[in-house]
T-cell receptor, first 113, second 113 residues
Framework: NAGVMQNPRHLVRRRGQEARLRCSPM?????VYWYRQLPEEGLKFMVY????????ESGMPKERFSAEFPKEGPSILRIQQVVRGDSAAYFC???????????FGPGTRLTVT | GNSVTQMEGPVTLSEEAFLTINCTYT??????LFWYVQYPGEGLQLLLK?????DKGSNKGFEATYRKETTSFHLEKGSVQVSDSAVYFC????????????FGQGTRLTINP
């Protein structure tokens, strides 16, 4: 039973480019969460999605960031026009219906040069 | 709002020493409480959890008890090993299922042989 999968594991982008991060939840899980971890800090919630719906985006920056979880395929976190301050590790987690345990993927480490 | 405060690190101990990492929380209602562990270069792994007052979560020799009166969830282990070296995060989630996690800042633990 595969766990949460994220790709790519490492992503390098120049300032102004777009970054697309992908997350496939655990089999049977319909809830996806994205978190950001800045160097030497804890994880900060960004967005919570169910299939085709954004449930809570209270942690998402107002500009340049968007997320989706389509009916088919992985969840995507998209960052447009990246800046150096976007450099961080982005983690995806998933949970089952009605469950409060979240299972994390290995993360995508984004470096903006 | 909900928040989690953890004992500041880094913490360095010798093998077989007793470990305590303090965690206190502020929350409305009765949150679920978690400890996650992050090994270098990896995502977070759920270590243990407790969902109501006086519950004790335990796993791999680690324990934590949900103390409502002191709003605490301290992590303990009687005899640490070198392989326990990692960053430990205390977290809470809302009283309903499938809610975002609020994390403490993390405590880096190093165990010397």
């Amino acid at each position: 039973n595969a766990g949460v999968m994220q790709n790519p594991r490492h992503l390098v982008r120049r300032r102004g480019q777009e970054a697309r991060l992908r997350c496939s939840p655990m089999k049977g899980h319909s809830h996806v969460y994205w978190y950001r971890q800045l160097p030497e800090e804890g994880l900060k919630f960004m967005v919570y999605l169910q299939k085709e719906n954004i449930i809570d985006e209270s942690g998402m920056p107002k500009e340049r960031f968007s997320a989706e979880f389509p009916k088919e395929g992985p969840s995507i976190l998209r960052i447009q026009q990246v800046v150096r301050g976007d450099s961080a590790a982005y983690f995806c987690a998933s949970s089952g219906q009605g469950a409060n345990e979240q299972y994390f993927g290995p993360g995508t480490r984004l470096t903006v040069t | 709002g909900n928040s989690v405060t953890q004992m500041e690190g880094p913490v360095t101990l010798s093998e077989e020493a007793f470990l305590t990492i303090n965690c206190t929380y502020t929350a409305t209602g009765y949150p679920s409480l978690f400890w996650y562990v992050q090994y270098p270069g990896e995502g977070l792994q759920l270590l243990l959890k407790a969902t109501k007052a006086d519950d004790k979560g335990s796993n791999k020799g680690f324990e934590a008890t949900y103390r409502k009166e002191t709003t605490s969830f301290h992590l303990e282990k009687g005899s640490v090993q070198v392989s326990d070296s990692a960053v430990y995060f205390c977290a809470l989630s809302g009283i309903q299922g499938a809610q975002k996690l609020v994390f403490g800042q993390g405590t880096r633990l190093t165990i010397n042989p």
